[in-house]
Structures are given as structure tokens and as C-alpha cells.
């Protein structure tokens, strides 16, 4: 089947715009998970969603950043005001149980002008 | 909170050759996981190890995980330049989110 996909690719705004990014897991999959990696880092946790409830949000870094999986399967990670230091490629991970393999999405490359 | 160091930051072998990268938990691992990325793209699982001297291979990539929990090594042999790309560890948190260090890059020279 379809591996995790995320939309856009890529996504340039102004600093103090809001942005959406969205990911798409693999069907069935109940855990959903969204990372932010800056260059020559590693993935750096978000938000953990289990089912349709954010079930870990401590890694949000600030109350700009929400994410909401309403129908428990689709998510989408909005932005408030966005900031230069909030461009990132934004990854999403997906996987059929809270322990095990997460399969992740290709990401969405956000950069902030 | 747990911290993932991995070693080397960066690494070129000629194809052909063996390397080893290594990844050091501040905490005991309860399971560790390693990735592979390749630039602008996601990552792609590799294997997972759980239990203390763990072994899993697949074709020519073993990882290992020492006996105490704290270590884990990637192993690569005859390396090709299919093998390219940026090597993470992952180690799971309580049963939520992955932890990662920051990669090891490895170029493979023909």
C-alpha cells in the first residue's frame, strides 16, 4: 500500500504568516507522530498522536505551533506567526502501535523569508 | 532526558571497505532503531534491536546492541555507493516518540 505522504513538499512564507502542513500515514496506522529537523540535526519530536487525542504535545516549542488529527487519521500541524527560526523540514511518522516501527513521509521543507 | 551521541559525525570509506558507526545512549535503551536518510528525503527503517547483546543483519548491514543497553553499533561491510546517505539512531522513549542523535553521514568514494 501507499507509504506515509506529506503536502506541500515545500512551502516558503513571510515571517508572521500562519502555515498548514499535512500529512497523510498509512492506512490503519492508530500512532502519528510529527518531528522538525533543522540541518545537520537529528529529528526532534512534536507532537504524538494516538488515535484522534494528542497523547505527548511536549515537544511543541511554543503555543504557536498546534496540530489536530480529527477523524484519527489525517493530521495537519498549523503555525501561528511564523518565525525565521521555524524553518525546518517538518517529518511525519506514522506506525501501527505506540512501540514498534514508525514509517516516516519524505517531510515538508517550510522556510520562513 | 536521554541524549543519542552517535560517532563518527562524518565518514568516507572507499567502496569496498568495512566501517563501523556507533551510537551511545546517556540512559539504558529499551529498544533502539536505526535509519538511513538520504538528503531531502524521509527515513527509511533499517532494523530495530531490544534485548542486550542483539544481533539483527540485514544483507550487508549488522547492527549490535552491548550487553548493558547503552551502545549500539551499525556495521557496514564491502561498503557500495548504494550505502551512502546519513545514518540515525533512535531510541524509544517510553513507548511515544523517538529520541535521534544528530547522523553520521557516510560518503562512499569509487
Known amino acids: 500500500g501507499a507509504g506515509v505522504s506529506q503536502t506541500p513538499s515545500n512551502k516558503v512564507t513571510e515571517k508572521g504568516k500562519y502555515v498548514e502542513l499535512r500529512c497523510d500515514p498509512i492506512?490503519?496506522?492508530?500512532?502519528l507522530y510529527w518531528y522538525r529537523q533543522s540541518l545537520g540535526q537529528g529529528p526532534e519530536f512534536l507532537i504524538y498522536f494516538q488515535g484522534t487525542g494528542a497523547a505527548d504535545d511536549s515537544g511543541l516549542p511554543n503555543d504557536r505551533f498546534f496540530a489536530v488529527r480529527p477523524e484519527g487519521s489525517v493530521s495537519t500541524l498549523k503555525i501561528q506567526r511564523t518565525e525565521r527560526g521555524d524553518s525546518a523540514v517538518y517529518l511525519c511518522?506514522?506506525?501501527?502501535?505506540?512501540?514498534?516501527?514508525?514509517?516516516f513521509g519524505p517531510g515538508t521543507r517550510l522556510t520562513v523569508l | 532526558s536521554q541524549e543519542l551521541e552517535q560517532s563518527p559525525q562524518s565518514l568516507i570509506v572507499q567502496e569496498g571497505k568495512n566501517l563501523t558507526i556507533n551510537c551511545t545512549s546517556s540512559k539504558t535503551l529499551y529498544g533502539l532503531y536505526w535509519y538511513k536518510q538520504k538528503y531531502g528525503e524521509g527515513l527509511i527503517f533499517l532494523m530495530m534491536?531490544?534485548?542486550?547483546?542483539e544481533e539483527k543483519s540485514h544483507e550487508k548491514i549488522t547492527a549490535k546492541l552491548d550487553e548493558k543497553k547503552q551502545q549500539s553499533s551499525l556495521h557496514i561491510t564491502a561498503s557500495q555507493p548504494s550505502h551512502a546517505g546519513t545514518y540515525l539512531c533512535g531510541a524509544d522513549q517510553a513507548g511515544t516518540a523517538l529520541i535521534f542523535g544528530k547522523g553520521t553521514t557516510l560518503s562512499v568514494s569509487s
Open positions: 534491536l531490544q534485548k542486550g547483546g
Open positions: 511518522a506514522s506506525s501501527s502501535d505506540r512501540v514498534g516501527e514508525q514509517f
Open positions: 492506512s490503519g496506522h492508530t500512532a
